[in-house]
C-alpha cells in the first residue's frame, strides 16, 4: 500500500510561470514532510520540508503548503526557471527512527 | 570536502556473484539508509542504521546484507546477485532532524 503517492507522472510548464506539484499521503502518523530535487546521474538534493504544525514554509522560490484534514501537500515554483527541469520526490516521516517514505515522483519540464 | 560519497559509481557483474558497494559519509551522523531506484517505484528503502552496529531492514531487504562497523561506512552487500538487482542505489544519512542528505548513487547491472 502506497503511503505517500504523486499521481501525476510529469508537468510541463513555461518558464516564468508557476510549477505546482503535489503530494498526498495515507499515513496520519507523518509529521514531517520533505521535497528533494533529482537531476539524472545524481542523487536527490533536499530543496524545503516543512512540519505538521505549520502549513506553510517558503524559501526563495519555493513554497509548500501542508493541508493536514485533507493529509495533502504541494510544492510551488514561481516563477518556473529552465534549471528547475528534475524529477521531484515528495517524502514523509514519522516517528523517531529518522526513516522516510518516498512518492514515485513527478519529472517537471519547464520550457524556455 | 566533507560529504557522503559512493563507490563505484558502476559497476556491472553477473548473475550469481557477491557484490559490495560501499558509502562513506564524513558529517558523523548517527543514521544512514540505503535505497533502490527503480522506474515506476521511486526510491525504496533497503536497510537502515541508527547507529554503528545497529541495523534494521527496510521496505526491500531481500537479497541484501549490511553491517555498520564505524560510524562514518555502510557498505551493502548483494549476496548472489539476480537481474531483479539492477538499479540505481542510493545512500544517504542523516541526524535525527529526519533531513537525508545522499550520496550520488551507484548504477548497478547485473547480467
Known amino acids: 500500500d502506497q503511503q505517500v503517492k504523486q499521481n501525476s507522472p510529469s508537468l510541463s510548464v513555461q518558464e516564468g510561470r508557476i510549477s505546482i506539484l503535489n503530494c498526498d499521503y495515507t499515513?496520519?502518523?507523518?509529521?514531517?514532510f520533505l521535497w528533494y530535487k533529482k537531476y539524472p546521474a545524481e542523487g536527490p538534493t533536499f530543496l524545503i520540508s516543512?512540519?505538521?504544525?505549520?502549513d506553510k514554509n517558503e524559501d526563495g522560490r519555493f513554497t509548500v503548503f501542508l493541508n493536514k484534514s485533507a493529509k495533502h501537500l504541494s510544492l510551488h515554483i514561481v516563477p518556473s526557471q529552465p534549471g528547475d527541469s528534475a524529477v521531484y520526490f515528495c517524502?514523509?516521516?514519522?516517528?523517531?527512527?529518522?526513516?522516510?517514505?518516498f512518492g514515485k515522483g513527478i519529472t517537471l519540464s519547464v520550457r524556455p | 570536502d566533507a560529504g557522503i560519497t559512493q563507490s563505484p559509481r558502476y559497476k556491472i557483474t553477473e548473475t550469481g556473484r557477491q557484490v559490495t558497494l560501499m558509502c562513506h559519509q564524513t558529517?558523523?551522523?548517527?543514521?544512514m539508509f540505503w535505497y533502490r531506484q527503480d522506474l515506476g517505484h521511486g526510491l525504496r528503502l533497503i536497510y537502515y542504521?541508527?547507529?554503528?552496529?545497529?541495523?534494521d531492514k527496510g521496505e526491500v531487504p531481500d537479497g541484501y546484507v549490511v553491517s555498520r562497523s564505524k560510524t562514518e561506512n555502510f557498505p551493502l552487500t548483494l549476496e548472489s546477485a539476480t537481474r531483479s538487482q539492477t538499479s540505481v542505489y542510493f545512500c544517504?544519512?542523516?541526524?535525527?532532524?529526519?533531513?537525508?542528505?545522499f550520496g550520488p548513487g551507484t548504477r548497478l547491472l547485473v547480467l
Open positions: 542504521s541508527a547507529a554503528a552496529d545497529i541495523t
Open positions: 558529517w558523523s551522523h548517527s543514521y
Open positions: 517524502a514523509a516521516s514519522g516517528g523517531a527512527n529518522s526513516k522516510l517514505t
Open positions: 544517504a544519512s542523516s541526524t535525527v532532524d529526519e533531513t537525508q542528505y
Open positions: 516543512i512540519s505538521s504544525i505549520k
Open positions: 499515513n496520519s502518523m507523518f509529521d514531517y
